[in-house]
């Protein structure tokens, strides 16, 4: 199949013995986030070793375009079962809690568009018996473009919005970080600091080896248990696989400088701990653990984010991104710069047409008996 000048073929990944050295040196050409390096996805092949297959765009004898589909069935309501492609996930519930963002096709710079349109018609052309393509989480208007590429009905499954710190910006222009925030969170942030000072001072510390790395990722876990829960799509410290790709992402990048673990500490007390992915002198936050405090002014988190985002800037990175989530700290330290989406690009099939006529009629009536209940 082609689209213009690009021709997409599909193999195997487990077969194509070419991969490592073609995805590096397409990501050279690329602007990819951590997510669609090969830093994060060829750690996910080999940890998890999902069949997928390769899907690999030429424009003549010159790779521009790669992308990783994977083949999963899923069941909904007890009765319905959907013939689902992947892009850069298992299908498999436990397996795709390491969460990936910014999705999408790895692409040459310029040719993002030709890339995602050969690849989408060559999926709907040749793979003819999936009914849902899912894709997760994608910036919202790359989901848009993908569902005019293809035709098909966008089924939006989850939404976030992304906030983040412009470290080259905040360095260039010579304040500090706590200068840009609201008279209200900074008040926060220095009564918090003062407080904590009371303790001993208040300092970053990263490990000094990757068996402490990984003893600051397993103390992470009590504390995100607490915080988050142990249930299902909760913690991804109650799931052994997530941790398990973690413990072994640590060990394979900490020293590479693919990763970052951090400790803040008052005194001896630790009170915060960090995981950070870092990629193209852009600093991803993933997830952290602070210590509960029952006095309200102080504010661990706050603190932590906020050492960590100057210590950053100073270091030379561009961007410090706290991904996806509505969560209030991140509008209070960061700015909004996209939305994120997951979304199921679905195919006219008469099974998912009633699925969506019950779905809005269930989400009529919830709206309705919630503007009763107001009244």
Same mark, same amino acid.
């Given at each position: 199949?082609?689209?213009?000048?690009?021709?997409?073929?599909?193999?195997?990944?487990?077969?194509?013995?070419?991969?490592?050295?073609?995805?590096?040196?397409?990501?050279?050409?690329?602007?990819?986030?951590?997510?669609?390096?090969?830093?994060?996805?060829?750690?996910?092949?080999?940890?998890?070793?999902?069949?997928?297959?390769?899907?690999?765009?030429?424009?003549?004898?010159?790779?521009?375009?790669?992308?990783?589909?994977?083949?999963?069935?899923? !069941?909904?309501?007890?009765?319905?079962?959907?013939?689902?492609?992947?892009?850069?996930?298992? &299908?498999?519930?436990?397996?795709?809690?390491?969460?990936?963002?910014?999705?999408?096709?790895?692409?040459?710079?310029?040719?993002?568009?030709?890339?995602?349109?050969?690849?989408?018609?060559?999926?709907?052309?040749?793979?003819?018996?999936?009914?849902?393509?899912?894709?997760?989480?994608?910036?919202?208007?790359?989901?848009?473009?993908?569902?005019?590429?293809?035709?098909?009905?966008?089924?939006?499954?989850?939404?976030?919005?992304?906030? &983040?710190?412009?470290?080259?910006?905040?360095?260039?222009?010579?304040?500090?970080?706590?200068?840009?925030?609201?008279?209200?969170? !900074?008040?926060?942030?220095? !009564?918090?600091?003062?407080?904590?000072?009371?303790? &001993?001072?208040?300092?970053?510390?990263?490990?000094?080896?990757?068996?402490?790395?990984?003893?600051?990722?397993?103390?992470?876990?009590?504390?995100?248990?607490?915080?988050?829960?142990?249930?299902?799509?909760?913690?991804?410290?109650? /799931?052994?696989?997530?941790?398990?790709?973690? !413990?072994?992402?640590?060990?394979?990048?900490?020293?590479?400088?693919?990763?970052?673990?951090?400790?803040?500490?008052?005194?001896?007390?630790?009170?915060?701990?960090?995981?950070?992915?870092?990629? /193209?002198?852009?600093?991803?936050?993933?997830?952290?653990?602070?210590?509960?405090?029952?006095?309200?002014?102080?504010?661990?988190?706050?603190?932590?984010?906020?050492?960590?985002?100057?210590?950053?800037?100073?270091?030379?990175?561009?961007?410090?991104?706290?991904?996806?989530?509505?969560?209030?700290?991140?509008?209070?330290?960061?700015?909004?710069?996209?939305?994120?989406?997951?979304?199921?690009?679905?195919?006219?099939?008469?099974?998912?047409?009633?699925?969506?006529?019950?779905?809005?009629?269930? /989400?009529?009536?919830?709206?309705?008996?919630?503007?009763?209940?107001?009244?």
């Amino acid at each position: 199949m082609t689209a213009g000048l690009l021709t997409v073929t599909t193999e195997p990944a487990s077969k194509c013995a070419t991969l490592r050295s073609d995805w590096l040196d397409l990501e050279h050409r690329a602007q990819p986030t951590v997510f669609l390096s090969w830093q994060w996805l060829g750690h996910w092949l080999q940890v998890y070793k999902p069949d997928a297959l390769v899907l690999r765009v030429m424009e003549g004898e010159r790779l521009v375009g790669l992308g990783l589909v994977v083949e999963s069935e899923e !069941r909904r309501h007890g009765l319905l079962k959907s013939r689902c492609l992947r892009l850069h996930q298992t &299908g498999h519930k436990l397996l795709d809690q390491i969460w990936i963002e910014y999705n999408g096709f790895l692409a040459e710079r310029g040719k993002e568009d030709a890339v995602a349109k050969a690849s989408l018609e060559h999926l709907c052309r040749t793979m003819p018996e999936w009914d849902e393509f899912i894709l997760g989480a994608i910036d919202a208007d790359e989901a848009d473009h993908y569902a005019k590429i293809t035709g098909l009905y966008k089924h939006l499954r989850w939404e976030a919005p992304c906030f &983040g710190v412009d470290l080259d910006s905040l360095r260039q222009s010579g304040g500090t970080y706590l200068d840009t925030l609201s008279r209200n969170t !900074r008040h926060q942030i220095n !009564r918090a600091h003062r407080l904590y000072s009371e303790r &001993g001072e208040v300092s970053l510390v990263r490990p000094g080896s990757v068996e402490e790395a990984l003893a600051v990722f397993d103390a992470i876990g009590p504390r995100h248990l607490e915080r988050w829960g142990n249930g299902p799509d909760q913690s991804g410290f109650a /799931n052994p696989d997530f941790v398990r790709f973690h !413990r072994e992402l640590i060990r394979e990048q900490w020293a590479e400088g693919g990763v970052d673990l951090i400790s803040i500490m008052a005194g001896d007390e630790e009170i915060a701990f960090l995981y950070n992915l870092l990629h /193209n002198k852009v600093v991803y936050f993933y997830l952290g653990g602070m210590a509960v405090e029952t006095d309200n002014r102080l504010k661990p988190g706050l603190v932590g984010h906020a050492l960590c985002i100057e210590d950053y800037r100073n270091q030379g990175f561009d961007y410090y991104d706290f991904m996806g989530g509505d969560e209030r700290y991140k509008s209070n330290l960061g700015h909004f710069h996209r939305n994120l989406v997951q979304i199921a690009l679905q195919r006219p099939r008469f099974k998912l047409k009633l699925e969506d006529v019950a779905r809005r009629a269930r /989400n009529r009536w919830i709206g309705e008996a919630s503007a009763n209940n107001e009244r």
